[in-house]
Nanobody, 115 residues
Framework: QVQLVESGGGLVQPGGSLRLSCVAS????????MGWYRQGPGKQRELVAL???????GLADSVKGRFTASRDNAKNTVYLHMNSLKPEDTAVYYC?????????WGQGTQVTVSS
């Protein structure tokens, strides 16, 4: 069973940056797609970024130009690089993997953007 562990969240001021990490318990080289989702207070979980096995990425319109996603297969890690953070980016951020055994979620990491 694949396990995912996110880290890197915290409190940051508007305009600041954070880098989230998601470490998998298995090699991610064989995982077709991994993603970052978030769920803000009182909101539904939404897709933020997808990254496929080849490293191609897709981003939600709300974060384009501010966030990027990347993966390091050697470290079994995917990253979410977040710049120019806004209060509306406040949410629990979850890592997700589409594996042969099904969809796997991490436990989430809290990001709070506030002055």
């Amino acid at each position: 069973q694949v396990q995912l562990v996110e880290s890197g969240g915290g409190l940051v001021q508007p305009g600041g940056s954070l880098r989230l990490s998601c470490v998998a318990s298995v090699s991610i080289a064989s995982i077709n797609a991994m993603g970052w989702y978030r769920q803000g207070p009182g909101k539904q979980r939404e897709l933020v970024a997808l990254i496929n096995r080849g490293g191609s990425t897709g981003l939600a319109d709300s974060v384009k130009g501010r966030f990027t996603a990347s993966r390091d297969n050697a470290k079994n890690t995917v990253y979410l690089h977040m710049n120019s953070l806004k209060p509306e980016d406040t949410a629990v951020y979850y890592c997700n993997a589409n594996t042969m055994q099904g969809i796997v979620w991490g436990q989430g990491t809290q990001v709070t953007v506030s002055s």
